[in-house]
């Protein structure tokens, strides 16, 4: 027998034995028992069985350096005995202390030990064996567990709060993408309360791709980070909320692992970048609006630099962006006119605008081009000072507009101007001689006409003023039209019929006045008065003509062309009422028009 | 506004004294008004030496002419008649513009020169006839 004889070769409690009295040993509050050179227990005291949950045989060669059947490394990896630290300190000498090692009962209770290991030599220094002092450290661990869990707990609790408070949407999910955690804000955010355990990647309603198209919840940047571990930065997403409402916004999804490295879940921060997209927008749709605006648009700093250039400035002046960005504004200024800068430097330091400025730059070939300047401050967040934008316009083309609008408008007149002088030939050559007096009272109103043009003229054909229109017409019959006339009535411009056809009428009492009435003797008054009211549907006016002073007055036998003018064509021409009187002390005449 | 009064304006009295009987080239391109005029100064007693309607012709006349007044119409067919106007003023014989554009069709240079507006009855050229110092 094997055994037997190798028990009987070593003698069993030769030099290990503790030279101590058992019953000591026993009283011991820690478990102590020691091997021989081969691991064979020589001794152990009562606690050391106790934690074993057994009582080893004394020097049995089948159960070497522990007296527990089955040992365990504190992570749970099984520990076999000859490589226990009580094997090791035997084999090598070396000391343990502290050490954690799992014993299990033969009940199957695991019991956490901490060992302390040393060897023991005899007088040459050989080691004949090792003594293990151990203690049950369960009980105390359990402890510290426990605490270790209140104090996670705790800052779970702490972190929750600190998630709970902030404004950014945050939300958590476990490894399968479960909703187990959700802020105020992301409540806010996705317009809605997700189920916790059963909503899956994500808090929102519906998601969008930023190009508009859906965005399935399973192709989220969520469900991409938990899929593939790790973390998605730098995309932009679209959610709905279930009123309809869109949120633009970036995701920050990060997986969460454990110490051994297995994904455990999840978190997700949702920025809203509705405020950043609306201002993007909005700078993007301003420098559209100036990079394709015909105006040339320029902003340049306090110092005059330029630093902006549009295609209209490029356009205008000839020069490219990059031909001028970082060069003075200067170069647009023709020689004679570098002095203007300063002065607008000057001003639009000061903080004031230039509106509207007429003046002439230079093209990068040298040519001159007449511009309008509009020159305001550009001020930085706080509301600093640190340049200007210019915006100058081409009036070439608008004068040169303008010059042909003007020589057309003289062209007309001309060609109206001597076809009237022709008419008045020809009824001067057809009635030479015959009708003297109704010749000259044709040319008096063919004139009369002809100065009612001139006053639109004037205005461009757009209206004339009632004021200009009555003293022209008065002017070539009465010579002193301030001694004779007294004209009052707000400014008022006619539309050109109602001022052609007042004109007419105004001529025809004027003429009568001279011949019979106000102008005849040296006493005679006119008085014009005119108001408009606001009577619905339209405006209207009121202008009436009353003489005094005059020569006795007697009501015409016969309507001539005067009465018939004033009476029958005023009225149909501009719908007037018009009344003409006749009482001794002088012709009163009241027209009231529509002005519309 | 009845038709009373019997005084014809061919027969008008006399706006001018006989004794300033001027001599007045008539620049004008438009017959009719060119006749009118024609009538209106022969009745007020004056004489018109010539009336020109073409631009070489005026030019022409004004470079070498003989007369005491001009009455120039400012557009000849499509042409501004200032030439015209510069070699009577080099000559230092007065003239007036008469033009359908009225003072503001007239060049700025020539704003001192008296102006008729077309159509103009005859009283209005007598008045600015006397307000002219012709060349005598």
């Known amino acids: 027998m094997a055994a037997g004889s190798l028990a009987e070769k070593i003698p069993i409690m030769r030099a290990p034995a503790l030279p101590v009295d058992q019953t000591i040993l026993d009283l011991l509050p820690a478990a102590v028992y020691a091997c021989d050179a081969e691991g064979r227990i020589t001794r152990y005291n009562r606690k050391a069985a106790e934690i074993w949950g057994r009582e080893p045989r004394i020097g049995d060669p089948g159960e070497l350096y522990c007296g527990s059947y089955r040992l365990f490394w504190p992570d749970g990896r099984p520990l076999v005995h000859r490589d226990t630290p009580m094997a090791d300190a035997i084999h090598t000498g070396r000391s343990h202390r502290e050490m954690e090692v799992v014993i299990e009962q033969p009940s199957g209770r695991r019991i956490h030990t901490r060992v302390n290991i040393d060897p023991i030599r005899d007088e040459t220094g050989e080691i004949i064996g090792a003594i293990n002092c151990f203690h049950d450290v369960t009980a105390r661990r359990e402890t510290e567990r426990k605490r270790r869990g209140d104090a996670v707990r705790e800052s779970e609790r702490r972190l929750r709060e600190v998630l709970e408070a902030l404004p950014t949407a945050i939300y958590a999910t476990d490894a399968e993408g479960r909703i187990t955690f959700y802020n105020q804000a992301a409540v806010e955010m996705s317009g809605r309360r997700p189920e916790l355990g059963t909503d899956k990647w994500c808090v929102t309603w519906k998601l969008y791709r930023s190009d508009g198209s859906p965005l399935p919840h399973d192709q989220c940047p969520m469900a991409i980070a938990l899929k593939e571990k790790r973390p998605i930065r730098g995309v932009e997403a679209i959610a709905e909320r279930p009123d309809g409402t869109r949120v633009p916004f970036v995701p920050y999804p990060t997986p969460l692992f454990d110490e051994a490295g297995t994904l455990v879940g999840a978190v997700n921060m949702l920025l809203d970048i509705t405020d950043r997209r609306k201002a993007e927008d909005y700078a993007q749709r301003l420098a559209a609006i100036v990079e394709f605006s015909d105006d040339a648009i320029v902003s340049k700093n306090t110092l005059g630099v330029i630093q902006t250039w549009n295609k209209g400035a490029e356009h205008l002046f000839g020069y490219e962006a990059h031909e001028v960005i970082g060069r003075p504004v200067n170069i647009l200024l023709p020689p004679a006119r570098q002095d203007e800068e300063p002065g607008i430097l000057d001003r639009i330091r000061r903080g004031e605008r230039i509106d509207h400025y007429e003046t002439v730059r230079m093209r990068k070939d040298g040519s001159l081009l007449d511009i309008s300047l509009t020159v305001s401050p550009l001020k930085n967040a706080e509301g600093k000072i640190v340049g200007a934008s210019k915006i100058a316009r081409d009036i070439t083309e608008r004068r040169r507009q303008e010059e042909r609008r003007q020589l057309l408008v003289n062209e007309l007149n001309h060609r109206v101007k001597n076809t009237l002088a022709t008419v008045q030939s020809i009824a001067a050559q057809t009635f030479r001689g015959d009708h003297g007096a109704s010749l000259q009272q044709f040319e008096s109103r063919l004139v009369a006409l002809s100065r009612a043009h001139d006053a639109l003229t004037r205005e461009s054909w757009e209206g004339a003023e009632l004021q200009e229109l009555v003293e022209g017409t008065i002017a070539p019959i009465c010579a002193e039209p301030a001694e004779r006339f007294e004209i009052t009535g707000p400014p008022l411009l006619l539309r050109p019929k109602v001022a052609l056809s007042l004109s007419m009428a105004l001529h025809e009492l004027c003429t009568n006045a001279a011949k019979y009435g106000a102008l005849v003797n040296g006493a005679g008054r006119i008085k014009i008065t005119w108001q408009v009211t606001s009577s619905n549907p339209e405006p209207r006016l009121h202008l009436r003509w009353e003489e005094t002073g005059g020569p006795r007055v007697e009501t015409p036998s016969r309507r001539g062309f005067g009465t018939r003018l004033i009476e029958r064509a005023l009225a149909r021409e501009l719908g007037a009422q018009v009344k003409l009187l006749f009482p001794p002390s002088g012709v009163i005449c009241e027209i009231e028009a529509p002005l519309s | ?136």
């Open chain 2, 1 to 136: 506004m009845s038709g009373h009064g019997a005084q014809s304006p061919l027969q008008a009295k006399p706006t001018s004294d006989p004794a300033k009987k001027l001599c007045i080239l008539v620049v004008e391109d438009e017959g009719m008004v060119a006749m009118l005029i024609e009538d209106m100064l022969t009745h007020m007693g004056h004489e018109v030496g010539a009336v020109v309607s073409r631009m070489e012709e005026a030019l022409q006349i004004a470079k070498t002419g003989s007369f005491d007044l001009a009455i120039i119409d400012v557009n000849l067919d499509g042409q501004p008649s200032y030439p015209v106007a510069e070699l009577l003023t080099a000559r230092g014989i007065p003239f007036v513009f008469a033009t359908g554009y009225g003072r503001q069709g007239v060049d700025p240079k020539f704003a001192q020169v008296p102006t008729l507006a077309k159509p103009f009855v005859s009283k209005d050229l007598a008045k600015l006839l006397s307000q002219t110092e012709p060349r005598l």
